[in-house]
């Protein structure tokens, strides 16, 4: 009796364990099959995004010229920009920016990115440009040495607004320790070029109206050439402090690009005052017509939605405006009570 009552017991676990194991692998749930694509929705906001082709077309009302008049394919009318960003940037820019202004306008464009702020000037001094995308002190001294005539100011977003204005700012190296101008003596600075306006005359004027001597406070200073080549060197700490635009940190694509940590790493520790933006400006020598056809031209990039994409690659762009020949007075007036006179600049 034992022995049967002992195998009926063992039989009665193995028919308990052999029908209850089987349940929670026997029916596993398969996902529901709209749950995996989950996929396309990733690359949902990549149509938003595309910047529409420029309309280049032919605008009405444009001047013809003949073989070998100026604006002609064998006498391309040239425009000079200055090198104060990315070159390869700036070129390719500008290249674009001269295509469409010549099928917009009909005439041929070249555009030459010169080796210093200098060249350009004297590119159109000498008769090798005749017009120039020049930043503001280049602007004036062009004006007070050779007559050029400002025809256009660039806009930019500066505060949520458009404006015909910038400013100007002094960046440091957190692991400088530099949080202060008084800081600055017995540091490297980089200043961008002899003739940038917020990189080199203004900045000047702020050390000096804070007791700091750029030729003696600081312990050593170079021209690093563009606003992107002092942030870089600031960045990497070859220099312990700089001056750019506001705010080459954030508005230079190669910057936000190679560099994204630099506003980890950089401060700004100064601004400046306002300062009136760069534009276009001609020789005195060029034809009206052609003026008002390549002013007409660039307008109308500035308004369109293609053209200001290749105006904000040039140089920051967000539209044009025309002005006339008095546009710099005021600052020429501020430089002065300053103590700069470009007059006094001009060879």
């Known amino acids: 009796m034992n022995k049967v009552l002992l195998l009926t017991i063992v039989l009665a676990v193995f028919v308990i364990v052999g029908c209850a194991a089987p349940a929670p692998t ?30 280049c077309d032919k605008l009405d009302g444009m001047p013809e010229v003949k073989a070998g008049e100026l604006g002609s394919p064998d006498k391309p009318i040239v425009i000079t920009l200055v090198p104060s960003g990315d070159v390869p940037t700036i070129t390719k820019a500008g290249n674009a920016v001269a295509d469409c202004l010549g099928k917009l306008t009909g005439l041929s464009f070249k555009t030459e990115v010169g080796t210093s ?12 440009a005749q017009a120039g995308f020049l930043n503001t002190f280049s602007a004036i001294l062009a004006q007070e040495k050779y007559g050029a005539v400002p025809v256009l100011v660039a806009l930019r977003t500066y505060k949520g607004k458009l404006e015909n204005y910038y400013q100007g700012q002094i960046i440091a190296n957190k692991a400088s320790g530099v949080k202060t101008l008084a800081e600055l003596k017995g540091k490297t600075f980089c200043f961008v070029d002899p003739n940038s306006t917020s990189g080199y005359i203004i900045p000047r004027i702020v050390l000096k109206a804070n007791g700091i001597d750029p030729d003696k406070d600081l312990k050593a200073t170079q021209n690093a050439g563009s606003h992107d080549n002092v942030a870089i060197a600031v960045y990497k700490g070859d220099c ?32 400046s005052d306002n300062v009136p933006n760069d534009g276009l400006q001609v020789i005195k020598e060029l034809d009206p017509k052609l003026t008002d056809a390549m002013v007409k031209g660039l307008l109308f990039i500035g308004e369109d939605a293609g053209g200001k994409a290749m105006l904000r690659n040039l140089y920051s762009y967000r539209g044009l405006a025309k002005i006339d020949a008095t546009f710099y007075d005021a600052f020429r007036k501020y430089l002065e009570s300053a103590g700069v006179n470009p007059s006094d600049l001009v060879q």
């Open 240 to 271: 312990d402090a700089g001056a750019t635009f506001v705010d080459v940190r954030t508005d230079s694509n190669p910057i936000k690009q190679n560099y994204p940590d630099i506003l980890d790493k950089v401060d700004v520790i100064s601004i």
């Open 117 to 128: 702020y200098a060249a350009s000037i004297e590119a159109m001094g000498a008769g090798k």
């Open 26 to 55: 026997a029916t596993p749930v398969p996902p529901p099959p709209t749950a995996p694509p989950a996929q396309p929705t990733a690359a949902a906001p990549q149509p938003t995004a595309t910047i529409p082709p420029p309309k």
